[in-house]
C-alpha cells in the first residue's frame, strides 16, 4: 500500500519562504510523476506544481518564478520550495502521485494521494 506522507507546512509572513516534504512511506511507486496541489477555503483543488520520473518540471502560472520543485524518483520523494509567499498561496497543499505528469497538469490524478499539510500566511 502506497502512503504518501506530507511535512512542512506552517504559518509564515508573506514573503518568507517555506519548503514542503512529501515521502512515500509504503510501497514503492515505479515510474511515477509526482506534485503539489493546493486547496484554499471554498475553493476547488489546483495544480501547483509536478515533476516527471525523469525531472521533466511543470508549473502552475501562480507558482512559476517563485516555487522549484524537486524529486527523488527511485525514493519517492519530493519537495516545493516556496518563495516570496503571498497571502493567496494559503491553504492545505496536498502530495499526489500519478502515473503521468500530465495527469497531475490536468489535475486528473489517477494515483496516490496524501492527507496533505497546511499553510497559512500572514499579511
Known amino acids: 500500500q502506497v502512503r504518501l506522507v506530507e511535512s512542512g507546512g506552517g504559518l509564515v509572513q508573506a514573503g518568507d519562504s517555506l519548503t514542503l516534504s512529501c515521502a512515500n512511506h509504503?510501497?514503492?511507486?515505479?515510474?511515477?510523476?509526482m506534485g503539489w496541489f493546493r486547496q484554499a477555503p471554498g475553493k476547488d483543488r489546483e495544480f501547483i506544481a509536478g515533476?516527471?520520473?525523469?525531472?521533466?518540471?511543470q508549473y502552475s502560472d501562480s507558482a512559476k518564478g517563485r516555487f522549484t520543485i524537486t524529486g527523488d524518483s527511485d525514493r519517492n520523494t519530493v519537495q516545493l520550495q516556496m518563495n516570496g509567499l503571498k497571502p493567496e498561496d494559503a491553504g492545505v497543499y496536498y502530495c499526489?502521485?500519478?502515473?503521468?505528469?500530465?495527469?497531475?497538469?490536468?489535475?486528473?490524478?489517477?494515483?496516490?494521494w496524501g492527507q496533505g499539510t497546511q499553510v497559512t500566511v500572514s499579511s
Open positions: 499526489a502521485a500519478s502515473p503521468m505528469l500530465s495527469d497531475l497538469v490536468r489535475n486528473l490524478v489517477t494515483g496516490y
Open positions: 509504503g510501497d514503492a511507486l515505479s515510474r511515477y510523476a
Open positions: 515533476i516527471s520520473w525523469h525531472g521533466i518540471e
